[in-house]
């Protein structure tokens, strides 16, 4: 049983991953004392409550330890729990485990084979050659969206603006058809919003879309080798001569793209549009200047993925706390982006920061986000497009959160693109 080093201000049973927690707020408040007086800090949870049978998991909340652990494989295992840190209550240990096939829950020497097959598709000349498709598709979302607003110019920008780039890049990327975004973009939210009452998922439902995603991608998949074409999906699993992908690591491999590459950049981008309409000065020297720095500095602000685990693979100390070999580590990526020992006055949004060094895309090491550059890319083809086309763009009501114990989502956010007066 392990002692907590006592922190008075939080409240007992406080737990960072409670769903309903993270559907109210990021706990920045939390997030900055555990910083200064426990940076390693047990959290008790009653065993299966996140999936896991055992009694909880260390919370690291400074920078320099996420780092540190990021990228130590070989003392902190992503394969043994997985990265993902909460479950639903009712996953059994074999739904958990058969998540290891995705790249995201690999080790090295797997995770190392598997990723450099993968990268293939995301090298800097790979990701330029989308990016005049996608500045003409980001103007036509945005064009769409101000057509079909409502009478008063409102529309949600979720559901019309954030979440469209990404699904399309990802199909433009492994060549789905434009038609069958929308299944990937429902398949996606299953996967994701289990916690959420509103979409009614349970895990069976989860993990049937995860199973259609699969299916989906390893037909794509079949019918790529048998007639190869110009894109990522023939290089993956039609290259002669050297390493490919089997059509199921192919179709996990779209698992991952589906949550990692869908779902975070579309809440960089809902938190981004947020952060500017909350900070006009912003948004103006933005619309002004369109800084490079603007799209790292959004991903910092918004940081998608609250946290993800790892799994000790040895007794070890980090932070002078005795960490047990298979004890659950619990990387708060929302906590080292606003680390004061790293980021001057980390509580403002500040699109012009630079240096820039957050954690949003991870904190280095064999996970870091294989798709940064499409990200980045991706953040500042839309928000391009808005100051083009609705610079007048405000606010018409509060974003309703998602209801995740790892994703820092938003379900909607309701914009008016009216003219005052």
């Known amino acids: 049983m392990k002692l907590p080093k006592d922190c008075p201000h939080l409240p007992e049973g406080f737990d960072f991953t409670d769903p309903d927690l993270l559907q109210d707020r990021v706990p920045h408040p939390e997030f900055a004392q555990m910083r200064q007086t426990a940076p390693v800090w047990w959290c008790g949870q009653r065993p299966g409550i996140a999936g896991f049978q055992d009694e909880g998991y260390w919370v690291v909340t400074r920078h320099a330890d996420v780092k540190h652990v990021s990228t130590h494989p070989e003392l902190f295992s992503s394969h043994t729990n997985t990265a993902v840190i909460r479950f639903n209550e009712s996953i059994s240990r074999d739904q958990i485990d058969a998540q290891r096939l995705i790249m995201l829950n690999m080790d090295p020497p797997e995770h190392t084979r598997v990723r450099q097959i993968v990268q293939r598709g995301f090298t800097p000349r790979s990701v330029r050659s989308l990016e005049q498709a996608l500045r003409r598709r980001a103007r036509t979302i945005v064009e769409t969206a101000l057509a079909s607003a409502a009478d008063d110019g409102s529309f949600d920008f979720v559901t019309r603006v954030a979440a469209e780039l990404p699904l399309q890049a990802i199909a433009e990327l492994i060549g789905v058809p434009q038609e069958d975004r929308a299944k990937i973009f429902d398949w996606s939210n299953k996967m994701a919003a289990y916690d959420d009452p509103e979409y009614a998922i349970t895990e069976e439902i989860g993990t049937e879309a995860a199973m259609e995603i699969v299916s989906y ?192 989502g938003i379900k909607e956010l309701q914009v008016s693109a009216a003219e005052a007066g």
Request: glycine share 8%; proline share 6%.
């Open 217 to 408: 991608a390893m037909n794509l998949a079949a019918a790529r080798k048998e007639c190869p074409a110009k894109d990522i999906v023939s290089q993956l699993v039609a290259a002669e001569d050297e390493g490919n992908l089997s059509n199921d690591e192919f179709g996990f491999f779209v698992i991952l793209l589906a949550v990692a590459g869908n779902e975070t950049t579309r809440n960089a981008i809902s938190h981004g549009m947020h952060a500017f309409l909350t900070h006009p000065d912003q948004w103006e020297l933005y619309k002004r200047e369109r800084p490079e720095t603007a799209a790292e500095e959004i991903v910092r602000w918004a940081t998608p993925v609250v946290s993800f685990q790892r799994t000790a693979t040895q007794d070890l100390e980090l932070g002078g706390q005795q960490i047990k070999k298979g004890d659950r580590v619990g990387l708060f990526y929302s906590s080292a982006n606003n680390d004061p020992e790293v980021f001057d006055a980390p509580e403002r949004f500040d699109i012009a920061r630079d240096p820039n060094p957050h954690l949003g895309f991870g904190g280095g090491g064999p996970h870091f986000c294989l798709g940064k550059s499409l990200a980045v890319m991706e953040i500042n083809l839309i928000f391009n497009a808005i100051a083009d086309t609705m610079p007048s763009l405000k606010l018409a009501g509060d974003p309703r959160r998602l209801r995740s114990a790892w994703l820092n």
